[in-house]
C-alpha cells in the first residue's frame, strides 16, 4: 500500500523561497512519474511540475525559471523547491502520480505567500 505524505510549506513573503518534500512508503514509487499539484480556494487543482522515474521533468507556464523538482529514489522523495514565490502561489500543494490516481491523494501542505 503507498502513502505519499507531503511537508514542507508555511508562510513566506513574496520573492522568498520553499521546499517541499513528498514521501513514499511502498515499494512501486521509483518505477512511476510523480507529479506536484496545487490547489488555490475556488480553483481546480492543477499540475505544477511532472518528473520521470529517469528524471526527466516538466514544468507549468507559471513556474517555470521559479520552481525546481527533483526526487531521490533511495529516499523515496519527491522535492519541489519554490523560489521567487508569488502571492498567487498560494495554494494547498499535494504530490501524486501523474496521471494522478484518486486514492492517493493526501492532505498536502498549506503555502502561503505574502505581499
Known amino acids: 500500500q503507498v502513502q505519499l505524505v507531503e511537508s514542507g510549506g508555511g508562510l513566506v513573503q513574496s520573492g522568498g523561497s520553499l521546499r517541499l518534500s513528498c514521501a513514499a512508503s511502498?515499494?512501486?514509487?521509483?518505477?512511476?512519474?510523480m507529479g506536484w499539484y496545487r490547489q488555490a480556494p475556488g480553483k481546480q487543482r492543477e499540475v505544477v511540475a511532472s518528473?520521470?522515474?529517469?528524471?526527466?521533468?516538466n514544468y507549468a507556464d507559471f513556474v517555470k525559471g521559479r520552481f525546481t523538482i527533483s526526487r531521490d529514489n533511495a529516499k523515496r522523495t519527491v522535492y519541489l523547491q519554490m523560489n521567487s514565490l508569488k502571492p498567487e502561489d498560494t495554494a494547498i500543494y499535494y504530490c501524486?502520480?501523474?496521471?494522478?490516481?484518486?486514492?492517493?491523494w493526501g492532505q498536502g501542505t498549506q503555502v502561503t505567500v505574502s505581499s
Open positions: 501524486n502520480f501523474l496521471p494522478s490516481l484518486s486514492r492517493y
Open positions: 511502498g515499494s512501486i514509487f521509483e518505477l512511476y512519474t
Open positions: 518528473i520521470t522515474s529517469g528524471g526527466s521533468t
